[in-house]
């Protein structure tokens, strides 16, 4: 089942293993059943995710390790 | 001269042909001269001029042999070129079509790279098993180029279009001059030593060779072999191959291009979360659908529909085999009475009791004979007896008297006539029911008599 802290990148693979599982067709009816709850979890996830990440965090990494923010449009303040 | 005489162009041009493709010379030639009329076909061909003060050859790079290409062919640029001269026949020219161009004046650098590249392919540093896989969905990547200039906006512009869900942090790093190398170098191990990113971009924008020379260094190269972090390679345009290039993980031809190989595009991703749930939906309702199939399937299947055909055949087989046993029985039946009416008969005609029956009838018949004889004989003998008596009776001269007749005795003598008698006479008459004596007074013969 979904974690709180799942990245994408592992909903994703789940969601395309459960997929690929399901695809094979030898899964019995039940496990099937739970595995599309599972697919359909992860898929809104996944959705909600890509909906979600509209600003991209950008910074820089200075040399002290301090990250500073950055626009790649204005260049280095 | 007839018509016939003539060569058509083309004969003479194949003709032309011939001689180019037989001389060994024009087979591969090594020339120099200088650029002119550069043309970069998108197709990826390369058409220009090779011209010296005396003279000009068109000349032709084809796409395999442009794409090996370690600089951009510009304009004026002295360049070395091996290749062939041969005939074009659609335009009737003659080409030299280049096999490998050098820049004269950094050849120099070009010995140092190829010595290098050598190098380190010998050491294995390109093979592709020491190629890190790039991580389909990168969380966070690591920028490794020039805060200025067009690499890191196009790097981050095309990240953010395609995938806003990774976090980006920029290394920023010298990418030309002489502290570029050493900079490079630093910049990979700090982002090793970070560890945060998933996956690492190392590139520039377009320049001269000498601009990008820094990824062709020894250091550059063997800091990116040492990665622990999958590095996309961006060097200059896709025409620039660097040492860099050759040792990354993976090679980007320019730094947009980077940025696509780094992660997925948000859109596709949308699609493919759609395409996965409705495949689910698809699959999930396919397979109930064909367990519900299965299970109608089953119900209306004749063993559990209609029961009775399961056993049908059984009772069909019982009704035979009763049938079959019945007819058996009766033929053994019938034999068997045959037999026995045979053995029956047989026995009957041995039997005394028809002999017995058959004499008891005889006898019978015989006592009826006898009877019916004894019968017939006592009536014919009674018949006679009566028949006898009654001509006896007839014949008793006294039955007459009965009627009315009388006898006449005298002396005891039964009169007979008349003249017997004598008047005086004393007779006696006889009548049925006694006797009477009386005298005779008077006879009268006969005739008298009447």
């Known amino acids: 089942m979904a974690e709180k802290q799942q990245t994408f990148a592992d909903a994703m693979t789940a969601l395309e293993e459960i997929v690929r599982q399901l695809e094979q067709g030898d899964v019995p009816l039940e496990n099937a059943i739970d595995l599309y709850k599972q697919g359909m979890e992860l898929s809104q996830f996944c959705h909600s995710k890509l909906q979600h990440a509209e600003e991209q965090l950008i910074s820089i990494v200075q040399e002290t390790g301090e990250t500073t923010a950055f626009d790649p449009l204005k260049g280095e303040n | ?450």
């Open chain 2, 1 to 450: 001269m007839s018509s016939a005489s003539y060569l058509t162009v083309k004969a003479l041009t194949k003709y032309i042909k011939r001689k180019f493709d037989a001389d060994p010379h024009l087979r591969e030639v090594y020339v120099k001269g200088e650029l002119s009329n550069v043309k970069l076909h998108q197709s990826g061909h390369i058409y220009f001029t090779l011209k010296d003060d005396g003279a000009r050859i068109a000349a032709t790079m084809f796409k395999t042999a442009a794409t090996k290409l370690a600089f951009e062919p510009k304009e004026g640029m002295q360049v070395f070129i091996r290749g062939d001269v041969n005939v074009y026949e659609g335009y009737g020219t003659y080409q030299l079509y280049v096999q490998e161009m050098q820049p004269d004046g950094i050849g120099s650098l070009f010995v140092a790279f190829n010595q290098l590249k050598e190098q380190l392919q010998q050491e294995g540093l390109f093979k592709p098993e020491w190629k890190q896989p790039i991580p389909r969905f990168p969380e966070k990547i690591g920028v490794l180029t020039s805060t200025t200039g067009a690499a890191i906006r196009d790097i981050c512009t095309t990240l953010k279009r395609r995938y806003p869900l990774a976090e980006v942090f920029i290394y920023p790093t010298l990418v030309q001059g002489a502290q570029a190398t050493p900079n490079i170098v630093q910049n990979i191990e700090r982002a090793n030593i970070d560890a945060s990113c998933d996956v690492l971009i190392v590139g520039r924008g377009g320049g001269s060779i000498e601009d990008l020379w820094a990824f062709n260094e020894e250091a550059v190269a063997r800091a990116i072999f040492g990665s622990r972090i999958p590095i996309i390679s961006a060097v200059g345009h896709e025409t620039d191959t660097t040492i860099a290039d050759y040792v990354a993980d993976l090679r980007a031809p320019t730094p947009t291009a980077a940025a696509e190989m780094a992660v997925p595009d948000q859109q596709e991703l949308f699609q493919r979360v759609l395409t996965q749930k409705s495949q689910l939906h698809q699959i999930v309702r396919a397979q109930l659908m064909a367990e519900r199939q299965r299970l109608n399937k089953l119900q209306q299947s004749y063993p559990l529909s209609m029961p009775e055909r399961l056993y049908r055949p059984f009772t069909e087989r019982l009704a035979q085999l009763e049938t079959g046993l019945q007819k058996a029985m009766q033929v053994d039946l019938m034999k068997k009475t045959a037999r026995f009416q045979q053995l029956h008969s047989a026995v009957e005609q041995h039997s005394p009791k028809k002999a017995l029956a058959f004499h008891q009838r005889e006898l019978e018949t015989h006592f009826q004979q006898l009877t019916r004889a004894a019968t017939h004989y006592v009536t014919k003998q009674k018949q006679q007896f009566e028949a006898t008596v009654r001509t006896l009776e007839a014949l008793n001269p006294l039955a007459i008297l009965t009627r009315g007749f009388t006898v006449a005795y005298k002396d005891n003598q039964m009169l007979k006539s008349a003249v017997d008698v004598k008047p005086q006479d004393q007779l006696t008459l006889s009548f049925h029911d006694g006797k009477v004596i009386a005298d005779v007074v008077k006879i009268l013969p006969k005739n008298e008599g009447e």
